[in-house]
């Protein structure tokens, strides 16, 4: 972009924001504040800081490439490098993030170390020498009290800085040492962890708030003071050699599974949306959605919703996302007819529903990876059901809200096309782009074969050859501008040209997702080459267009190119400041969980607080993930709820007969971490989009938290009926639950809106709401019709395999011992193998059982078995056998869900279409 298209580009943002609410600098303030850090320092300093971030982002590429090991150089293990990506996150977090200084901060910024120096003291085993912790402390305590300036980074501070980077570095100079002496650290390792763990708090409430510190330090009390905690949840508390060892030495507290997903793969992510903004791509999706949408009712709000769900693709923070795409779309929104706090709520919904947008999903859905163990390309496919009709469910809301006010959209320059002609333009370019997708892939096929090691240099010299062609057509129509929202709208652009204008932007983000999902490459390795190729991109578009437009000077063409490239790679390390130090310090409390063996006992206090019921368990834990999120970021909720609460819902789950697959529960949690950010009166994105729009915040947020109930409800939904996670669900199958759950939300939203074909009367409401729960849960009222289960005693356990077809499930119900050796009633899921009889389809399953004074035990369980998979272990009592029943479909459900449904639409017409007057 050349320096006259930047100055252009940046007085349209000035008046885009400050038409409404804070100024663009203001704006950039708050990003900056919550995301990349608010510090302003002078030229030097500013620089270093630059030339940190960009040093950071190039040491990720390096480990995530396959040059270290071609080379047989530059190759770290996974200690090791999570060891150098948290003192980069360390070193920056003081250097860009300046500490707030409200009573309240400096309390905890005092406070937190002082009652941690005294910890560390109290857990010290007799002849450890400690003297030293409370300099430690102090020292802190003196930098924090000294003073954190805006304009530049103080002596202390640096000292704080390079002392958070040098005890994290401490694993990698110390690698080997530490290797030779695991569970007995000595005094360095006692220093390091100590000044590590005070620093790393520090760092969290400067770069995210006091919430996830103060939880953090809830959990380190914890695991010192177990003995003189309440008895349901009281351990026999662990002294400091062990706390050392656990938390900084190894990997099981804050250089855990957390940092390592943070270091592997979303660092990458990251990366590749801030190089792909840079490049353009954000006002790219911003012009085409308005294109297609801003001529329908309520158009710019559609618009807006539509592009933060692209921009959600690529983007992580709902904050950055209210900001970016909100400075345009909520003043277009407010012109047509919306209040400022409908249109900041419409922002808000949409821009915060990016986090579940795969195949970022902010960071969640790596960390789903490891924690539920499954590959990544099935994250993605349980995630993409819920997130698209979630959107589409938005957008009808939009639609909703535009027919209650009778707004129109805004003019658009062409005449549109008849239905029919439209159905088969869309047919033809449906058919076009399969065509194109069978043909890539099986060219790509036919390439690996032929060409063996240099099929790489193909790929890649075919990718340019098609990246140069989009970029030739995108030159043919006129460079995409920075509307201004707020200047009269004579006409929208045409979405011919604005989709042509910048197709090139659209060739990466098909790079990632192949490799992803048809290659089944690593995330890491995907993001890597999306990256690398946004890295060749910036640094030719600007020549190539230079040249296809005929405009000369490839010298500055070229220069830009570079600066883009500069300024995305810093903003790239810059975003992952927050994040790296987020899943950091969510270590320390997943440390904590499993060194203490807190689970457990969560287990037993949820269990009693919600009497055993599924449902209250899944309430509270929505609730804890509410409140946890009004301070922590997505991510560190997640981490925080996910290894607190999501075993527990598993097994409390089994225990009242509900089998809760681990990827639905840890769904369930992060949608509820995201909503969060909605919610008053903490919810930042609502007060970022009020910020933007001059509305109230908490009415911004309210409205926003009404819009989101959809996302709200479905959580609830997928964790009892599966099938919209698209779990043991064929194609066939899955697209008919997509149309069923598509239409259900569309009911949903229209009875929680009071709006259907018009307003609804509470009867309708009502009625609507049992037609949408019909549509998402038939099973419901067919379990209710036809019981799902045959109970048969286990005394005929071997008729009932006899009697199951191979590939169905036998349920168990059966008496054993928890892990903590407590009596525990559960359900077991068996699946049915292949047999000629009974007693074969039971050894096939891996049971043994006995019958011992009337009652069937389980003698003995294969190891690895299906039975054993399931949970099963020997010396289980059998108490009762399910068998599945000969049931009729669930979908007949959706037979009289119909006929009301119908009887809705004829009542509403009656009342929206005024009866003709008669004689």
Same mark, same amino acid.
């Given at each position: 972009?050349?320096?006259?298209?930047?100055?252009?580009?940046?007085?349209?943002?000035?008046?885009?924001?400050?038409?409404?609410?804070?100024?663009?600098?203001?704006?950039?303030?708050? @990003?900056?504040?919550?995301?990349?850090?608010?510090?302003?320092?002078?030229?030097?300093?500013?620089?270093?800081?630059?030339?940190?971030?960009?040093?950071?982002?190039?040491?990720?590429?390096?480990?995530?490439?396959?040059?270290?090991?071609?080379?047989?150089?530059?190759?770290?293990?996974?200690?090791?490098?999570?060891?150098?990506?948290?003192?980069?996150?360390?070193?920056?977090?003081?250097?860009? #993030?300046?500490?707030?200084?409200?009573?309240?901060?400096?309390?905890?910024?005092?406070?937190?170390?002082?009652?941690?120096?005294?910890?560390?003291?109290?857990?010290? !085993?007799?002849?450890?020498?400690?003297?030293?912790?409370?300099?430690?402390?102090?020292?802190?305590?003196? $930098?924090?009290?000294?003073?954190?300036?805006?304009?530049?980074?103080?002596?202390?501070?640096?000292?704080?800085?390079?002392?958070?980077?040098?005890?994290?570095?401490?694993?990698?100079?110390?690698?080997?040492?530490?290797?030779?002496?695991?569970?007995?650290?000595?005094?360095?390792?006692?220093?390091?962890?100590?000044?590590?763990?005070?620093?790393?708090?520090?760092?969290?409430?400067?770069?995210?708030?006091?919430?996830?510190?103060?939880?953090?330090?809830?959990?380190?009390?914890?695991? /010192?003071?177990?003995?003189?905690?309440?008895?349901?949840?009281?351990?026999?508390?662990?002294?400091?050699?062990?706390?050392?060892?656990?938390?900084?030495?190894?990997?099981?507290?804050?250089?855990?599974?957390?940092?390592?997903?943070?270091?592997?793969?979303?660092?990458?992510?990251?990366?590749?949306?801030?190089?792909?903004?840079?490049?353009?791509?954000? +006002?790219?999706?911003?012009?085409?959605?308005?294109?297609?949408?801003?001529?329908?009712?309520?158009?710019?709000? !559609?618009?807006?919703?539509?592009?933060?769900?692209?921009?959600?693709?690529?983007?992580?923070?709902?904050?950055?996302?209210?900001?970016?795409?909100?400075?345009?779309?909520?003043?277009?929104?407010?012109?047509?007819? /919306?209040?400022?706090?409908?249109?900041?709520? @419409?922002? @808000?919904?949409?821009?915060?529903?990016?986090?579940?947008?795969?195949?970022?999903?902010?960071?969640?859905?790596?960390?789903?990876?490891? #924690?539920?163990?499954?590959?990544?390309?099935?994250?993605?496919?349980?995630?993409?059901?819920?997130?698209?009709?979630?959107?589409?469910?938005?957008? #009808?809301? *939009?639609?909703?809200?535009?027919?209650?006010?009778?707004?129109?959209?805004?003019?658009?320059?062409?005449?549109?096309?008849?239905?029919?002609?439209?159905?088969?333009?869309?047919?033809?370019?449906? $058919?076009?782009?399969?065509?194109?997708?069978?043909?890539?892939?099986?060219?790509?096929?036919?390439?690996?074969?032929?060409?063996?090691?240099?099929?790489?240099?193909?790929?890649?010299?075919?990718?340019?050859?098609?990246?140069?062609?989009?970029?030739?057509?995108?030159?043919?129509?006129?460079?995409? !501008?920075?509307?201004?929202?707020?200047?009269?709208?004579?006409?929208?652009?045409?979405?011919?040209?604005?989709?042509?204008?910048?197709?090139?932007?659209?060739?990466?983000?098909?790079?990632? @997702?192949?490799?992803?999902?048809?290659?089944?490459?690593? =995330?890491?390795?995907?993001?890597?080459?999306?990256?690398?190729?946004?890295?060749?991109?910036?640094?030719?578009?600007?020549?190539?267009?230079?040249?296809?437009?005929?405009?000369?000077?490839?010298?500055?063409?070229?220069? +830009?190119?570079?600066?883009?490239?500069?300024?995305?790679?810093?903003?790239?390390?810059?975003?992952?400041?927050?994040?790296?130090?987020?899943?950091?310090?969510?270590?320390?409390?997943?440390? $904590? *969980?499993?060194?203490?063996?807190?689970?457990?006992?969560?287990?037993?206090?949820?269990?009693?607080?919600?009497?055993?019921?599924?449902?209250?368990?899944?309430?509270?834990?929505?609730?804890?993930?509410?409140?946890?999120?009004?301070?922590?970021?997505?991510?560190?909720?997640?981490?925080?709820?996910?290894?607190?609460?999501?075993?527990?819902?598993?097994?409390?789950?089994?225990?009242?007969?509900?089998?809760?697959?681990?990827?639905?529960?840890?769904?369930?949690?992060?949608? /509820?971490?995201?909503?969060? &950010?909605?919610?008053?009166?903490?919810?930042?994105?609502?007060?970022?989009?009020?910020?933007?729009?001059?509305?109230?915040?908490?009415?911004?947020?309210?409205?926003?938290?009404?819009?989101?109930?959809?996302?709200?409800?479905?959580?609830?939904?997928?964790?009892?009926?599966?099938?919209?996670?698209?779990? +043991?669900?064929?194609?066939?199958?899955?697209?008919?639950?997509?149309?069923?759950?598509?239409?259900?939300?569309?009911?949903?939203?229209?009875?929680?809106?009071?709006?259907?074909?018009?307003?609804?009367?509470?009867?309708?409401?009502?009625?609507?709401?049992?037609?949408?729960?019909?549509?998402?849960? =038939?099973? /419901?009222?067919? &379990?209710?019709?036809?019981?799902?289960?045959?109970?048969?005693?286990?005394?005929?356990?071997?008729?009932?395999?006899?009697?199951?077809?191979?590939?169905?499930?036998?349920?168990?119900?059966?008496?054993?011992?928890?892990?903590?050796?407590?009596?525990?009633?559960?359900?077991?899921?068996?699946?049915?193998?292949?047999?000629?009889?009974?007693?074969?389809?039971?050894?096939?399953?891996?049971?043994?059982?006995?019958?011992? &004074?009337?009652?069937?035990?389980?003698?003995?369980?294969?190891?690895?078995?299906?039975?054993?998979?399931?949970?099963?272990?020997?010396?289980?009592?059998?108490?009762?056998?399910?068998?599945?029943?000969?049931?009729?479909?669930?979908?007949?459900? #959706?037979?009289?869900?119909?006929?009301?449904?119908?009887?809705?639409?004829?009542?509403?017409?009656?009342?929206?279409?005024?009866?003709?007057?008669?004689?």
């Amino acid at each position: 972009m050349s320096d006259d298209k930047q100055f252009e580009a940046a007085a349209v943002e000035q008046a885009a924001a400050g038409h409404a609410g804070l100024s663009q600098s203001e704006l950039d303030e708050l @990003v900056a504040s919550s995301d990349t850090g608010g510090r302003s320092p002078s030229a030097p300093i500013a620089r270093l800081i630059m030339v940190t971030a960009i040093v950071w982002s190039l040491f990720q590429l390096w480990i995530a490439s396959p040059i270290p090991f071609m080379i047989g150089f530059g190759v770290f293990n996974d200690t090791e490098a999570r060891s150098i990506h948290l003192a980069f996150a360390l070193f920056l977090a003081y250097a860009a #993030y300046p500490a707030a200084r409200t009573p309240v901060q400096l309390a905890l910024a005092v406070g937190v170390p002082a009652l941690l120096s005294v910890l560390f003291m109290y857990g010290a !085993k007799e002849g450890t020498s400690v003297w030293w912790v409370p300099l430690v402390g102090l020292g802190v305590i003196a $930098a924090i009290l000294l003073g954190s300036p805006k304009d530049r980074v103080p002596p202390w501070e640096w000292a704080l800085a390079i002392a958070g980077a040098v005890s994290s570095l401490y694993l990698y100079f110390a690698y080997d040492a530490i290797a030779q002496r695991v569970g007995a650290p000595i005094l360095p390792d006692f220093v390091i962890a100590v000044i590590g763990l005070l620093i790393l708090l520090e760092a969290t409430r400067r770069a995210l708030g006091p919430a996830l510190m103060i939880v953090s330090t809830v959990f380190l009390v914890y695991t /010192f003071l177990g003995p003189l905690m309440p008895s349901i949840i009281a351990h026999k508390g662990n002294n400091l050699s062990e706390v050392v060892n656990h938390q900084w030495i190894t990997t099981e507290g804050v250089f855990g599974i957390a940092l390592g997903v943070s270091t592997s793969f979303v660092f990458l992510f990251v990366l590749f949306g801030s190089l792909l903004d840079k490049a353009g791509a954000g +006002n790219y999706f911003i012009q085409v959605a308005f294109s297609l949408m801003g001529h329908m009712r309520g158009g710019p709000a !559609k618009a807006a919703v539509v592009s933060s769900a692209m921009t959600g693709l690529i983007s992580g923070s709902s904050i950055a996302n209210v900001v970016t795409t909100g400075t345009f779309t909520i003043p277009l929104m407010k012109r047509v007819g /919306f209040s400022a706090e409908k249109a900041g709520a @419409v922002e @808000v919904a949409s821009s915060v529903n990016g986090q579940i947008m795969p195949p970022v999903m902010g960071a969640a859905a790596f960390l789903m990876v490891e #924690y539920v163990g499954i590959p990544y390309f099935d994250v993605v496919k349980h995630a993409f059901v819920p997130a698209v009709i979630s959107y589409i469910a938005l957008v #009808y809301i *939009v639609h909703l809200e535009a027919m209650k006010a009778n707004m129109q959209g805004l003019p658009r320059a062409y005449e549109p096309k008849p239905l029919v002609a439209w159905l088969i333009s869309l047919a033809f370019t449906i $058919a076009a782009i399969c065509a194109l997708s069978f043909a890539v892939y099986f060219t790509m096929g036919w390439i690996r074969p032929v060409f063996g090691a240099a099929a790489g240099y193909v790929i890649f010299g075919m990718l340019s050859v098609v990246y140069v062609g989009l970029l030739y057509i995108s030159c043919r129509e006129e460079r995409l !501008k920075l509307e201004d929202p707020n200047a009269p709208v004579s006409k929208l652009p045409l979405p011919g040209p604005t989709i042509r204008a910048g197709l090139h932007f659209l060739l990466p983000v098909v790079v990632l @997702v192949w490799a992803l999902m048809v290659d089944r490459l690593s =995330p890491g390795l995907s993001a890597f080459w999306a990256a690398s190729f946004m890295i060749f991109i910036l640094l030719t578009q600007r020549p190539i267009e230079a040249i296809f437009r005929g405009e000369g000077n490839l010298g500055g063409a070229l220069r +830009n190119g570079v600066r883009e490239l500069i300024e995305g790679l810093e903003a790239g390390a810059r975003n992952m400041i927050g994040i790296g130090i987020a899943t950091a310090t969510a270590g320390i409390i997943v440390g $904590a *969980v499993s060194q203490t063996g807190v689970g457990s006992a969560l287990a037993d206090v949820v269990e009693v607080l919600s009497g055993g019921n599924i449902m209250a368990i899944l309430l509270l834990t929505a609730i804890l993930s509410l409140i946890l999120g009004m301070g922590l970021p997505t991510t560190a909720n997640y981490i925080v709820v996910s290894a607190l609460l999501a075993p527990v819902i598993v097994t409390l789950g089994q225990q009242n007969g509900l089998i809760v697959p681990l990827i639905a529960v840890h769904l369930f949690v992060f949608y /509820f971490g995201i909503m969060a &950010d909605v919610t008053p009166p903490v919810g930042l994105a609502s007060f970022a989009a009020a910020a933007v729009s001059g509305g109230d915040p908490i009415r911004t947020g309210v409205v926003a938290f009404f819009y989101s109930l959809r996302t709200a409800a479905l959580p609830f939904l997928f964790i009892f009926n599966t099938d919209l996670l698209l779990i +043991n669900v064929g194609w066939v199958q899955g697209i008919f639950v997509f149309i069923t759950a598509t239409i259900a939300m569309l009911l949903f939203a229209a009875a929680t809106q009071g709006w259907f074909l018009t307003r609804n009367r509470f009867y309708e409401t009502i009625a609507l709401l049992l037609v949408a729960f019909t549509f998402f849960r =038939p099973g /419901f009222w067919m &379990d209710m019709v036809v019981p799902p289960f045959e109970t048969l005693p286990p005394a005929q356990l071997e008729q009932a395999m006899e009697g199951t077809e191979a590939g169905n499930d036998l349920r168990l119900t059966v008496n054993g011992l928890n892990s903590v050796g407590d009596p525990v009633t559960f359900t077991a899921l068996v699946p049915v193998p292949e047999g000629e009889t009974g007693a074969d389809k039971l050894l096939a399953s891996g049971i043994e059982a006995v019958e011992r &004074d009337g009652k069937v035990i389980i003698d003995n369980v294969a190891f690895d078995s299906p039975a054993q998979k399931a949970g099963l272990d020997w010396d289980q009592e059998i108490v009762e056998v399910l068998a599945p029943s000969a049931q009729p479909s669930k979908y007949l459900m #959706y037979l009289p869900a119909l006929l009301l449904l119908a009887g809705i639409i004829m009542l509403q017409r009656r009342r929206a279409t005024p009866l003709p007057a008669t004689a």
